[in-house]
Nanobody
Framework: VQLQASGGGLVQAGGSLRLSCAAS????????VGWFRQAPGKEREFVAG????????NYAGSVKGRFTISRDNAKNTVHLQMNSLKPEDTAVYYC???????????????????WGQGTQVTVSS
């Protein structure tokens, strides 16, 4: 499966952005999807995940209550709605797919085998 992340940009603190991850090449509902982010000089970290059906989601503690992950399998798309953005949310955001265990919510990078190219999110103070 090929993944394409989009929707990043520059926003002021307190603002919102909606990221999208579009999939092609395989049946999208065969995959759980995760969002990760990487800030300059820092390791890539888990942000949010969703199971193949959308019935299960999980979030990093730092974004819980502010970010919402959702998916539309008919449109082969996963979204990450980001509200109340903070400067510390600034990073390149990546979407990733796990076809090995699509009903399982994973948080670790090695649990995802397919990655998109990333989209930059910059939050100004």
């Amino acid at each position: 499966v090929q993944l394409q992340a989009s929707g990043g940009g520059l926003v002021q603190a307190g603002g919102s952005l909606r990221l999208s991850c579009a999939a092609s090449g395989r049946t999208f509902s065969d995959y759980a999807v995760g969002w990760f982010r990487q800030a300059p000089g820092k390791e890539r970290e888990f942000v949010a995940g969703i199971t193949w059906s959308g019935s299960g989601t999980n979030y990093a503690g730092s974004v819980k209550g502010r970010f919402t992950i959702s998916r539309d399998n008919a449109k082969n798309t996963v979204h990450l709605q980001m509200n109340s953005l903070k400067p510390e949310d600034t990073a390149v955001y990546y979407c990733a797919a796990n076809g090995e265990a699509p009903g399982v919510l994973r948080r670790y990078i090695r649990g995802f085998h397919y990655w998109g190219q990333g989209t930059q999110v910059t939050v100004s103070s």
